[in-house]
């Protein structure tokens, strides 16, 4: 069948040029420059192609279909068991390599509720290409599932050696002695300087007229909704976790980095406010407040 009429079919219901093209590749399996080339797709593919457009139509996202995200100039692995990745979340991995690069020891990162592992992985590829430090970095997730999902992603990017997966709720693996960490020795923070980060579900439960179906339809939501007052609930315990993890472990640094929804700006500056804690807010590509650097 003739590309273009490909194309012709699909634009007619309403499907861009960038989704119909993402399709072509997944199923292809085609370069950029193949696809562009090529006048003709194999009439063995489109049942295939068919079947890929009805999932478009009937509004399921793109990047589940195809298993792939864009993130930070990255590709990811990505299922309906994890959250999809944003660009809003990429002024987090900016200004945590802003601060890494200032730092001239090497550090300790976390990444909690990890999803995809797009963030610390984002980090480390990009510290790689400045210079060839290796930093001891953890991943945290409560799901078997999620782990799974960021196990591929660590793969994918090489970064097995450099990445140690915990099955685990926020920071309470660092928190506790137990079986399961004892052979995490106490010793390994002291002086340290550590940056976590945090991309945690902030939205109000039932907020829905502020997403768009897709997300409402097909992103676990676990990711997204958590809880009916501040929705800053979970950032909450997760701060005093933080206090508790640099006075416990004696901590020499600790930076967290959390993101935020477009209006808990006041929420979450009269919380650290009420702490005392040193903070400052960023905005995001849409220059909405989003990423928020917390010294604890």
């Excluded at 309906?80 to 550090?107: C, F, G, Q, S, W």
Aim: proline share 2%.
């Amino acid at each position: 069948m003739k590309k273009n009429d490909i194309y012709k079919i699909w634009k007619d219901l309403l499907i861009d040029n960038n989704k119909i093209e993402k399709i072509l590749l997944k199923i292809t399996g085609l370069s950029k420059s193949q696809l562009f080339l090529c006048e003709d797709i194999d009439n063995k593919y489109l049942e295939n192609i068919f079947n890929y457009f009805k999932k478009i139509i009937k509004g399921e996202p793109l990047e589940y279909i195809t298993n792939n995200a864009e993130f930070y100039w990255f590709d990811f692995y990505v299922d309906n068991r994890v959250l999809i990745p944003r660009n809003d979340t990429e002024i987090m991995v900016y200004k945590a390599i802003e601060e890494i690069k200032k730092t001239k020891e090497d550090i300790i990162l976390i990444d909690v509720w990890t999803w995809t592992s797009c963030i610390v992985i984002s980090i480390l590829k990009s510290l790689i290409s400045i210079n060839s430090k290796k930093n001891e970095s953890y991943v945290i997730d409560i799901s078997k599932n999620v782990l799974e999902v960021s196990k591929i992603n660590i793969k994918l990017h090489e970064l097995e050696n450099q990445i140690t997966q915990i099955k685990w709720d926020l920071l309470e693996y660092f928190l506790i002695s137990s079986p399961e960490n004892i052979s995490f020795e106490k010793e390994r923070f002291i002086e340290k300087k550590i940056i976590i980060t945090a991309n945690l579900p902030y939205i109000k439960n039932g907020d829905f007229e502020n997403m768009d179906e897709e997300t409402i339809n097909f992103e676990p939501s676990l990711a997204l909704y958590w809880w009916v007052h501040t929705w800053f609930e979970l950032y909450e315990k997760m701060i005093i976790q933080c206090i508790i993890f640099k006075e416990i472990r004696k901590i020499y640094k600790l930076i967290l980095f959390i993101e935020i929804w477009f209006d808990q700006k006041e929420v979450c500056e009269n919380y650290l406010n009420n702490f005392w804690i040193k903070f400052e807010i960023f905005r995001d590509n849409w220059w909405i407040d989003r990423c928020v650097k917390i010294l604890i």
